[in-house]
C-alpha cells in the first residue's frame, strides 16, 4: 500500500468541483489508524465556515449499521435473537402477524415490505408544522395499520430497501433497555469506540460546535440554499446519526475486529445473514445487517454502505482483509459518493487490486436488446415511498423518467445493467411483461 497524499487530494479537489459540491470531508484508516483526513469547501456561508476532518454532518442511512450492531449485541447478551418473530414486540401490528416475519428480516430488508410513505409524514423537530404526525413507533404502528399496502413478498425471499423496517428495530432496542435510542447508541457505541464527535437528537447540536449546514441549492449561478438537517425521532435508528468521518471509519473499522466492541465475529454474522441484492445479477453483491456486501474477489471483500437525503450525501466503505475503512461525507444531496469512495481505495491500493472490480456503478458491457423485447419493460413504476417511475421507449433507447430527471437504461444482459448511477433490474415471471423494477436496494412495483 503506497498512498501518495498529494494525488488523492487532487482527486478530491477534482470531484468537489466537478460535481459542485459545497463542503466535503474524507478520513481513511488503516488498522485502526488515521493515515489520511481531509476537509474540503465549505458548511455554512453565514458566517463563512470551512470544512475539516472534523466537521460533523448528517449522515442519514449509515446510521442502519449503528441500530445493526446493538441487535447483535443484545443477541450475544440474549437480550433477544435474531429469529424473535416481530409480532412477539408488536402484538398490535397487523401486517406481521402470522406472517413468519423475524427480526432478522428486518435487518437484511427481506421483511417483504414495500416502499412505504411513513417519512414524509414524519414528525420533523425542525418543522413545528409536522410535530402532530408520526413522532414515536406506535405512532407508526397505527399510520401502518390504517395504510392500503401489499407485501412484496413472504419473509426472506426479496431484499427491498425499507426505513419502516430499522424503525420497529429501533423501537424493539429501546424496549428491550428501557431508554431512549441515543442514550443507548451512546452508551453502546460512542463512548466504547470513544467517538466523541458524534450524537443522535438534534437537542444535543448545543454541546458541539464546527457542523455543517445542509445545502439546498448550490452552484451553477444559484443562490445557496441551506436548512437544518431533518430531525425525527421515529427515524433516528434508521437515519438520525450526526457525526464526523473520524468517528465513522472507527465503527466501520469494528467490522475487521480492530476495536474489539464486541465478541461475536461480525464479519462471520454479516456473511451468513447476508441476502442477494435484487437489482444485479452477479452474485457477489449482497445485503446484510446494516450493510452492502462486494465480493470484489476472491482476496477481498467490501463492505460498506451509503446514506442520501435532502443536504446528505454520504459513503463508508471497509475492505476487511486489508483492515482498511474509507469515509466520505458531502452537504447536499444527489452526489454520486459510490463512485467517489470507491475512487478513493483504488487511488490507495493502486496495482494490488483490479480496478475495474471497483468501479461503481459496475461497468455495463453495453448488451443491445431489440425494441420489441425492450416493450415488455414499458410503464409505470410506483411506490409510496418513492413516487413515480416511467419507464418508455424512445427511438432505440429505453428511457427512465424519474422525479428529476431522464435517464438511458443501460444493459449487460436481457434484463439488468446500469440506469442514473444505480444498478437495475426488471424482474419478470416465464419472461412475460415486468412486474416490478429493481432499482438498486429498492424494488418499485408496476402499477396495473
Known sequence: MNLKHKRLELLLNKELYSHDIPGLAVEVRHEGRSIFSLGLGIGDVS?????SNDT?????????????????????NKLLTLSDPISQYYPNLKCVQN????????????????GLSSRHHA??????????????????VNYLNNLDFEMLAGPGQILSYSNEGFCLLGGIIENIYNKPYPIIVKELIFD??????????QEQQDAFQNLTKAFISWGNGANPKQENYWDSPLFYSAGGLMTTVSDMTLLISELSGVHDLSTFNQQEQLLSGSIPVASRSSKKYAYSHGVEIDRLDSENTLFWHTGERVGISSFVGNIIERKLSVALFANIADIPTSAIGRKIFVEIL?????????????ISKRFLI???FLKKFEGLYSSLEMGDYRVSIVGKKLLLHSPNSIDEFRFDNSYSGSVAGKTFKFLCINDEKSYALALDLRVICRDH
Open 350 to 362: 493502486g496495482n494490488e487490486i483490479d480496478s475495474e472490480k471497483l468501479v461503481w456503478p459496475p
Open 99 to 114: 406472517t413468519g416475519i423475524q427480526v432478522k428480516h428486518l435487518l437484511n430488508h427481506s421483511s417483504g415490505f414495500p
Open 56 to 76: 460533523i454532518f448528517g449522515v442519514a442511512s449509515l446510521t442502519k449499521m449503528v441500530t445493526a450492531i446493538i441487535i447483535l449485541q443484545a443477541q450475544e
Open 192 to 201: 466504547p469506540l470513544r467517538m466523541t464527535r458524534s450524537f443522535i437528537g
Open 123 to 140: 414528525t420533523n423537530l425542525n418543522d413545528p408544522k409536522s410535530n402532530n404526525q408520526l413522532l414515536t413507533v406506535h405512532d407508526l
Open 370 to 372: 431489440k425494441r420489441h
Open 47 to 51: 458566517p463563512r465556515h470551512f470544512i
